[in-house]
């Protein structure tokens, strides 16, 4: 197995039939002008040793380094090891609420951006643990299964968006219903729950719903996000500002916090709640949490090691260019005795 650890280097093999073309054009400008200006029978005279072949050889030793130049910088790393890795850690879901108040740009950018910001910066400070995604408005659907892919996680959290599930509210019973689904792993004795919402238009089953999950050991932390005082919800198309979400009676609507629900949900789980809109905050009491938790072996895993294989493309580039710093345009007089290349 290989990997190409810069392949945006690859772009720079493009130089070679630039430079090939260059080199093509200077000699036919050359021979013009040396024709133009002195007889061949001349030029041989003055240049009696002047070996043409030493001309093409000399660019071909500078295009080789080049390439081995380019292939050093790309730095293919091959897959030769096989390390056995041992993780210890909590399972964590991260239940992320894309209903359409989450557009409220009470908090910068708006609420669902600085969702999703926290949780990367959550995922940027886990070690060993495990990770999964739910994204929930009116309905719950899996994002990421339980993975310790940090990366994939990321990647999946950036394509959260608030037009991903159609019918809008925030039926939280069925996030942490789905929730429930993650743990699978009965050996597991921490199972938990990061809920990251504004906690506006949650089912009245939400309640009920943190009770089931408490009773099944999940541990539920609410990370509140937007401000008690709220925004409105803007309608953009392509950016743009259109105008701003409204009800029956055309008043236009504006969208609060409800920090009581999400207080009830972690209380009922015998979890915490926190305010969600300071993320150095919300990042250390996540540590503070999981330091406290007993964490669990998983089962061992193998990954590739992939090694650097940069070095010696690096060396035969710069030896290469040695010999051809040292490679003159006359010729060699033994080579001319043996005449390999049949040169006159």
């Known amino acids: 197995m290989y990997l190409l650890d810069e392949p945006t280097y690859t772009y720079l093999f493009f130089l070679i039939p630039v430079l090939l073309g260059l080199f093509l054009w200077i000699l036919k400008w050359k021979s013009k002008t040396q024709k133009r200006l002195i007889s061949s029978k001349m030029i041989n005279s003055l240049s009696p040793n002047r070996s043409r072949f030493k001309i093409f050889f000399k660019f071909l030793l500078l295009i080789l380094s080049l390439s081995f130049l380019i292939i050093g910088l790309i730095n293919p790393k091959i897959g030769t090891e096989l390390e056995t890795v041992k993780r210890e850690g909590v399972d964590i879901v ?32 886990l070690v060993g643990d495990r990770i999964g995604i739910i994204a929930y408005a009116n309905q719950a ?3 990421l299964p339980i993975t ?16 991903m599930i159609s019918s809008q509210g925030t039926a939280l019973n069925s996030a942490l219903d789905l929730s429930e ?9 921490n199972r938990v729950v990061f809920l990251i919402s504004d906690g506006e238009d949650h ?4 309640e009920s719903a943190s009770i089931r999950a408490a ?16 925004g409105p919800i803007p309608i953009k198309r392509n950016g743009v500002l259109e105008s701003y979400k409204k009800d029956e009676n055309e008043e236009v609507v504006i969208t609060k916090r409800n920090t009581e629900i999400l207080k009830l949900i972690s209380e009922n789980t015998n979890g915490e709640y926190i305010d969600g809109n300071n993320t150095k905050e919300v990042v250390d009491f996540v540590s503070e949490i999981l330091k406290n938790l007993e964490k669990k072996e998983f089962e061992a895993k193998k990954f590739v090691s992939y090694k650097d294989q940069f070095q010696p493309f690096i060396f035969i580039s710069f030896i290469l260019l040695l010999i051809e710093l040292f490679v003159f345009e006359t010729e060699t007089q033994w080579l001319k005795k043996l005449n390999l290349f049949n040169e006159k």
Do not use: C, H, W
């Open 203 to 206: 089912s009245d089953e939400a």
């Open 94 to 125: 991260f239940a992320i609420d894309v209903s359409k108040s989450m557009l409220a740009e009470d908090i910068a950018p708006n609420r669902i951006e600085k969702a999703k910001r926290l949780v990367s910066a959550i995922i940027n400070n």
């Open 215 to 230: 009773a099944n050991g999940i541990k539920i932390f609410t990370f509140g996000i937007g401000t008690e005082s709220g």
């Open 148 to 163: 310790t892919d940090f990366n994939a996680g990321k990647m999946f959290l950036q394509s959260l968006n608030t037009d």
């Open 181 to 189: 689904t993650y743990f699978n792993d009965e050996d597991q004795t």
């Open 141 to 143: 659907i899996p994002q």
